[in-house]
């Protein structure tokens, strides 16, 4: 049993971290009603920003204090994604409103190919650290429980925790304000918001911005972790089965699909894997993501689409 919860909670803590990228997914499908295929290049591009501003700042203005120069970068690493949102609404969205669907993701996908050369550009192309202080060493846990104890790790620990809360901030900004009504009144009918007087440009630009900062906290939870490199976009398609599973329009739904997908690879590794030679864990979020396509495709809490002809 005590094996048992611990892979339990290791998945939950994977999960958590998974939600966290289905949530930039989630926030720009809600607003704009495209699915933004540039999420992961936006993990990476933030990441990139905040390793480097790191490395730069004392250099620049002569300091030591490691506290100061992620202080100081995750600042600047904010306002690039605040820049990079503004940009993207100004020069991409703004042509396109009221375009098909399939065009807003074209869009995306190019977007998705100009922050992954942009990042290359600016920052190198090298394999960066983030060091933000978060412990490497695991802990010990329920030694008097279970014989042994659980064994957990205190950064994956320390990461859903991070991520539990913004994941909770971003929820209470989406249903107490005007701000985010506003958001909901734009995915539901672009022109029909435009003709009650909410700006259009301003809340895309919105969006992305917040859209931008998730990807920056994941980020810098996956480049603390597995240092800033270039397949660090990758871990948003791990993301896809997330949003699948739990909804596209659906906060709630993106975290409870990232702890069922965290939970459900790490106990299938443990128990199915030696039946199969191992390796369940890269492909059995996609298997799943699969069968619910086929059997419930608007996902746990996602809106049931209903066309009138």
Sequence with gaps: MGFFLETVFGGLMAG???????????????ASGVFNFA???????AAL????????????????????????????????????AWLIERLALRRLVNQEGITLLMATLGI???????????????????????????????????QGGLLLS???????????????????FFQKTRTGRALRAVADDHQAAQSIGIPLARIWVIVWSVGGIVALVAGIIWGSKLGVQFSISLVALKAFPVVILGGLTSVPGAILGGLIIGVGEKLSE??????????????????????????RPQGLFGDKIIDRV
Excluded: H
């Design 49 to 84: 920003a905040m390793a480097r501003y790191a490395e730069w700042f004392p250099q620049w203005f002569g300091f030591q204090s490691l506290l100061l120069a992620n202080l100081l970068a995750f600042a600047a690493a904010v306002a690039t994604m605040v820049v990079v």
């Design 270 to 295: 443990i128990y199915l894997g030696p039946f199969v030679g191992g390796g369940i864990e890269n492909w059995f979020a996609y298997v799943l993501a699969l069968g619910f396509l086929l059997v």
């Design 16 to 30: 958590m971290l998974y939600a966290l990228v289905a949530l930039g997914f989630v926030l720009i499908f809600k």
């Design 154 to 172: 205190k950064e994956d620990l320390y990461a859903a925790m991070i991520a539990a809360m913004l994941v909770a901030l971003l929820t209470l």
């Design 112 to 146: 998705s190919y100009f922050l992954d050369g942009a990042g290359q550009l600016l920052f190198g192309s090298a394999t960066y650290k983030i060091d933000v202080g978060m412990p490497k060493d695991p802990m010990m846990v329920l030694e008097n429980t279970f």
């Design 39 to 45: 999420q992961g290049a936006m993990v990476l591009f």
